[in-house]
Structure formats: C-alpha cells, structure tokens
Nanobody, 120 residues
Framework: QVQLVESGGGLVQPGGSLRLSCAAS????????MAWYRQAPGKQRELVAR???????DYADSVKGRFTISRDNAKNTMYLQMNSLKPEDTAGYYC??????????????WGQGTQVTVSS
C-alpha cells in the first residue's frame, strides 16, 4: 500500500509564501514523475507543476517565476515553494505520483490534498 501525504497548506496574505510537501510512503520500489495539481471551487483540477525522476520540470504559465517544484528522491518527497501568492492561487493542492511497486509495475497515486487560501 502506498500513501501520498501533503502538508504545508494554510492561510497567507497576498504576496506571501508557502511551502508544500508531499511525502510518499509504503512498499515503494521507485517513483517516476511527480506533480502538483490544484482545484478551486467550481473549477476543474489543473496541473500546476511537474517534475521527472531526473529533475526536469514544467510549470503552468500562471505560476511560472513564482512557484518552484523540487524533490528529494532519497526521502520520496516532493516540494512546492510558492512565492508572491495571489488570491487566484487559492485552491486545494493535490500531489500525484507514478509509483513503481516493482521494476515492471507502475501505478498512479493521489494525495488527499491540502488547502491554500490567499486572502487579506
């Protein structure tokens, strides 16, 4: 069984910063691509940023230059540093990972989400 657990969300003023973490645990052989998604009320879930196992990254245009995704493969943990936060960044943030349970078996997992609210 594999679990992804997010932490680090909260209430922050516009212009502020938060750092989200996503820790994977369980019977993990390895982890391929990981990503952060977000979903605001009444909107579809959208990709925020993703990172390969080699460290290549990709960002949504709306967060480029403000958010930084990273990962620590030794700790099976992914991070999202969010700076210059705007009210429109308010959403539930979810981590996703393609987890190898063996060298041949890859499965998709989601975390339970952490709420980020940007408001004065």
């Amino acid at each position: 069984q594999v679990q992804l657990v997010e932490s680090g969300g909260g209430l922050v003023q516009p212009g502020g910063s938060l750092r989200l973490s996503c820790a994977a645990s369980g019977s993990i052989f390895g982890i391929n691509a990981m990503a952060w998604y977000r979903q605001a009320p009444g909107k579809q879930r959208e990709l925020v940023a993703r990172i390969t196992s080699a460290g290549s990254t990709d960002y949504a245009d709306s967060v480029k230059g403000r958010f930084t995704i990273s990962r620590d493969n030794a700790k099976n943990t992914m991070y999202l540093q969010m700076n210059s936060l705007k009210p429109e960044d308010t959403a539930g943030y979810y981590c996703h990972a393609y987890v190898l349970l063996s060298s041949r078996h890859e499965y998709s997992y989601w975390g339970q989400g952490t709420q980020v609210t940007v408001s004065s």
